[in-house]
């Protein structure tokens, strides 16, 4: 590749980041339905044509924000399931382990987040609960097959559960830690200050006892 084309080829790039980083910004403050490509542009200072050529349309631009997000955090917990599938065959793999595989990438990638940028943690409570038939759409894109492998994985750890509880004390579970990540501050209020909001680490374990708790009981 000649010098010039890589040239291109990185400035194409820091637009299409600079882009997405806009999009995020306000979707994250206004959700999907008031996320316009005028407000995209004029955040990143770009044209609408830039808009266009990277990403097509405002639902393109909503998919690529959504993989650009949450793929990474998505292949790590398959990465860690895997692992444990490996560590532990033939045996089932112990609950605690399935659920530290899937919420440990996300609290190491709030934790990773530069400092005083909260963006991630309200993307990922709009991207979660925003009620538009399209982000639905995307849900089940990019985390419909996430779940199935998780389910299964439980559903050997919790033989003597009923198909039905299963899927509901799987549900209550990510509501659990959806809740925990996006009102992680509310920790400080109801504690006085004595507890720390921003102690990832121990949040994380005592999300996995008590959901772990939660699921086994009978």
Do not use: W
Not at 110 to 118: F, G, L, M, R
Request: charged fraction near 25%; glycine fraction near 4%; proline fraction near 4%.
């Amino acid at each position: 590749m000649k010098p010039s084309q890589k040239a291109e080829n990185s400035v194409s790039d820091k637009t299409r980041q600079r882009i997405l980083r806009a999009a995020g910004k306000i979707f994250a403050q206004g959700g999907y339905r008031a996320m316009t490509l005028r407000e995209v542009t004029h955040e990143a200072n770009v044209n609408l044509a830039a808009v266009n050529y990277h990403f097509g349309s405002k639902k393109n631009l909503m998919r690529a924000l959504m993989r650009d997000r949450f793929e990474p955090i998505n292949l790590q917990r398959l990465e860690l399931l895997d692992e444990n599938i490996a560590a532990n065959t033939p045996d089932p793999v112990p609950l605690e382990a399935i659920y530290d595989a899937l919420f440990r990438p996300l609290f190491t990638g709030i934790e990773s987040a530069p400092v005083n940028d909260t963006t991630l943690m309200q993307i990922i409570g709009r991207a979660l609960t925003e009620p538009a038939d399209f982000m639905r759409s995307l849900h089940k894109e990019f985390f419909a097959e996430l779940s199935q492998r998780f389910m299964h994985e439980i559903k050997r750890c919790c033989p003597e559960l009923s198909q039905e509880q299963l899927q509901y004390r799987f549900f209550l579970s990510i509501s659990t830690m959806i809740g925990t990540v996006i009102e992680q501050v509310r920790l400080e209020t109801i504690s006085d200050g004595k507890l720390d909001g921003t102690n990832l680490d121990t949040i994380l374990h005592e999300l996995i006892a008590y959901v772990v708790a939660g699921f086994r009981q009978k």
